[in-house]
């Protein structure tokens, strides 16, 4: 992993809502092709720096690189696959309808749009689900017809907000697969997520309690330096050791 | 035990949202206010000319209640009947009068005829009552208040459901998340508004379409001009109405926030649109007229369909309705930077 292109670069970004302080002084670079998992108990100020990187947010301090280039920037924009936390579909719509509405926004070809959608709908295992209204999905098909969107235009960085919250162990497991599929491509995957052991299958973690970055580094090496034999473990020991 | 955690849950919801809280009681009282203002209004003074009255029989007319002016010939007094500046006049020719009336308000003509009456009253004393010959300049005797509230009514109707519907489909997006996933991809903030303006405005093309279709030829609304107009003026109604919708959506946390707007910007628009009279309103109200879209679009619709005049009486008021759509769009666009930045 080392020696990487470097795709992400915070360099010292808060953010502050009035006096509240939701991200602190946080420096942090990410590298081409790596599963990058942001770890933190919700409220932690995850979503807030997943925003920033995507361009719908400002940091009040500090700057964000993409692709090296400072953000926010619409050209970058297009080069990156965002899913949010909620779902963000048009339930009154089919899935089909969903992802040529977001297919056309970055301006895929008919041809290119038909092509692509099946590839994503047999990603994420939705094939037969196709035509079917979203308003009928259950909230796991929900959320993977939302990764399936997000993978639409082919983006070179995925930036994914708890990506697999209500999605079955074996589903689960499915789209982990994908992601490291995805990573072969030379794909780089940014996942926040709340669940430890979830955090446990990231080439890097990225530790994160009240907007502070507490610990970086890989699954292993975090579980080393605090003899812990979890990265629950590890993460109360870099927690603890902060307050 | 439940209900009672169940009430103090509500009673505590309301108390948080002292918007919902304010408008439960505000609302009622300036609906109710405003419906005071409009039926205590004053009388309405109407606005006579006197043509050709020869000396002996003018000194002898009760003139009170009314605006009087004295015109040497039947041209002139047309003139300023045309421009409004009458409401009708009173013709003497071979000691028998007739009125000629301007005719698209029933009201007005009503209180013309009525003070005519009043006014020929001494006359009659010592002569037999004399018949008045009556002639309209707009409709007829037989043009019902429906005919005259009807344009008014029907701009009311698509402006009310174009900035509700707008509004709400837009507060969705916004609530759904579907909004930041726009402004996740590379469109642009502008794009957003026209995309709505676009969806919307082929939508409402069809629905005034339609509106305007049903009050003609199944409710037989009077009407004197081109369909063509009616269709654009609506049109351009409803495109403020969008736009106005999806800016003050942006004010809504939930659809229940969206309607609220209602008694707040829909309401007071049909009382200051000219449904009823302007000049009978409290002075102190009336002025919101001219800042209120309806106003205007009641005023072409009126004169497309009661008086049937044509383009060059309607693009003022056309103008100032695309006026205030470019301003509403030009606020939306401004709007959204509070979710993206560029």
């Keep these: 992993m080392e020696k990487q292109e470097i795709i992400i670069s915070s360099q010292h970004v808060s953010k502050s809502f009035g006096k509240q302080l939701v991200l602190n002084d946080i420096t942090l670079e990410i590298f081409s092709g790596e599963i990058f998992g942001l770890l933190g108990p919700s409220g932690a100020g995850k979503t807030t720096l997943v925003k920033q990187l995507i361009g719908l947010d400002l940091p009040t301090g500090g700057e964000n690189y993409i692709f090296q280039t400072r953000m926010p920037s619409l050209s970058i924009v297009e080069r990156i696959g965002y899913m949010a936390q909620s779902d963000a579909l048009y339930e009154e719509l089919s899935a089909k309808e969903n992802l040529e509405f977001f297919a056309s926004l ?103 309690r009240d907007g502070q970055l507490i610990a970086v580094g890989t699954p292993a090496e975090l579980k080393n330096k605090t003899n812990s034999s979890t990265i629950e473990e590890a993460f109360l020991v870099y927690g603890g050791a902060e307050s | 035990m439940r209900i009672a955690a169940l009430v103090i849950r509500i009673l505590r919801q309301f108390i948080r949202d002292k918007r919902t809280m304010a408008l ?12 005071n203002l409009v039926f205590n209004g004053d009388d309405y003074e109407p606005k006579i000319g006197l043509v050709n009255v020869p000396e002996q029989i003018h000194s002898k007319l009760n003139l009170e209640n009314a605006t009087i002016s004295d015109y040497q010939t039947n041209k002139h007094a047309k003139e300023d009947l045309v421009d409004k500046k009458l409401d009708g006049y009173v013709v003497f020719e071979q000691q028998s009068p007739y009125v000629f ?33 009556v002639n309209y300049l707009h409709g007829s005797s037989d043009m019902g208040q429906f005919d005259y509230f009807g344009p008014v009514l029907l701009g009311f109707f698509v402006f009310f459901f174009v900035f509700l519907i707008a509004g709400v489909s837009f507060l969705r997006e916004r609530t ?20 709505y303006i676009g969806g919307f405005g082929i939508f409402t093309i069809l629905q005034a379409g339609i509106i305007v279709s049903f009050a003609i030829y199944v409710l037989h609304m009077l009407m004197e001009g081109a369909f ?74 009126r004169d497309v369909m009661v008086r049937g005049y044509g383009w060059k009486d309607i693009y003022l008021d056309l103008l100032v309705l695309t006026g205030f759509s470019a301003l509403f769009i030009i606020l939306n666009i401004f709007a959204l930077k509070k979710y993206r930045k560029i």
């Design chain 2, 228 to 301: 063509g107009y009616v269709l654009l003026i609506t049109l351009l109604l409803s495109l403020t109405a969008l736009t106005l919708g999806i800016f003050l959506s942006s004010f809504a946390n939930n659809e229940l926030q969206m309607i609220q707007f209602i008694p707040i910007v829909a309401i007071p628009q049909i009382f200051f649109s000219g449904l009823f009279n302007l000049e009978t309103i409290s002075e102190w109200v009336s002025w919101i007229g001219p800042f209120t879209p309806l106003y205007y679009a009641a005023d072409a619709l």
């Design chain 2, 101 to 133: 009336l301007e005719g698209s308000d029933p009201g007005v003509n009503g209180a013309v005829m009525k003070w005519v009456q009043a006014a020929f009253k001494p006359l009659q004393k010592n002569a037999p009552p004399t018949e008045l010959d």
């Design chain 1, 106 to 208: 970055y301006g895929l070809t008919r041809k290119q749009r038909q092509n692509r959608i099946r590839e994503v709908m047999e990603i994420v295992e939705l094939s037969d689900h196709l035509h079917k209204l979203v308003s009928n999905y259950s909230g796991g098909m929900k959320r993977r017809l939302s990764l399936a969107i997000a993978l639409l235009h082919e983006p070179e960085l995925l930036i994914l907000d708890e990506p697999t919250v209500g999605i079955d162990p074996v589903l689960r497991k499915s789209i982990w697969e994908s992601f490291y599929e995805l990573k072969k491509k030379g794909i780089t995957i940014i996942v926040t997520t709340h669940v430890m052991d979830e955090a446990e299958k990231c080439d890097r973690l990225g530790m994160i």
């Design chain 2, 24 to 35: 439960m009681i505000v609302a009622p009282i300036l609906v109710l206010t405003m419906l």
């Design chain 2, 176 to 195: 759904t998340g579907t909004l930041e996933r726009l402004l996740s991809s590379p469109l642009r903030r502008w794009e957003i508004v026209i995309g």
